[in-house]
């Protein structure tokens, strides 16, 4: 076995190591998604007569020649203005999910490091999820209730609301006290 091919691997490995960064998760909201609407690129070549080979009179070709130019990528897709406004429209549904936290907590206020995102956030008032029964139950425990009344032979996974009757195990009052656990002798 050749160890020296080993030894190789680990250290390139270990080099590697020393190098790499995690991966953190980012806000997919915040980015800007790699929105580019175009480039311009300038550049200058020097040309040598050694490396570029022209056939031509000597008269009118010079031993060093330098060219100019200017380079302009127009990207397809959507326009500029539709991509730079969906890109503000994101971060905007993010801010009005987040302000709700971040004016709650007034430490953030006095926290320099969080200025940008206060200000940003003053004056936003979350809205509050009128939605919900009062009952507390999800439409997804209403529709399974319906659901078993239609269909009282089938059984379903986590049933707690029809049927509690058959079960061996009862769920206990709410104002039931559980009793203390046993002392273990040694």
Do not use: H
Request: net charge negative.
């Amino acid at each position: 076995m050749n160890y020296y091919f080993t030894g190789l691997i680990i250290l390139a490995l270990t080099i590697l190591a020393l190098f790499v960064e995690p991966a953190y998760p980012r806000n997919e909201y915040l980015n800007e998604y790699g929105v580019r609407c175009g480039e311009i690129d300038f550049r200058i070549e020097d040309r040598n007569r050694d490396t570029d080979y022209r056939t031509s009179n000597s008269s009118d070709y010079n031993d060093d020649e330098q060219n100019f130019s200017i380079t302009f990528r127009k990207y397809l897709g959507t326009d500029c203005k539709t991509t730079k406004e969906n890109v503000a429209i994101k971060q905007q549904l993010e801010l009005m999910k987040m302000c709700g936290r971040v004016n709650s907590n007034p430490s953030l206020a006095l926290n320099e490091n969080f200025a940008l995102l206060v200000s940003k956030c003053r004056g936003v008032t979350p809205a509050r999820d009128n939605t919900r029964p009062d009952d507390g139950k999800s439409l997804w425990d209403d529709m399974k209730d319906e659901y078993k009344k239609e269909n009282p032979e089938v059984n379903l996974m986590g049933d707690k609301f029809i049927n509690s009757e058959k079960s061996k195990l009862k769920m206990p009052p709410k104002d039931y006290i559980l009793p203390l656990p046993k002392p273990k002798d040694e």
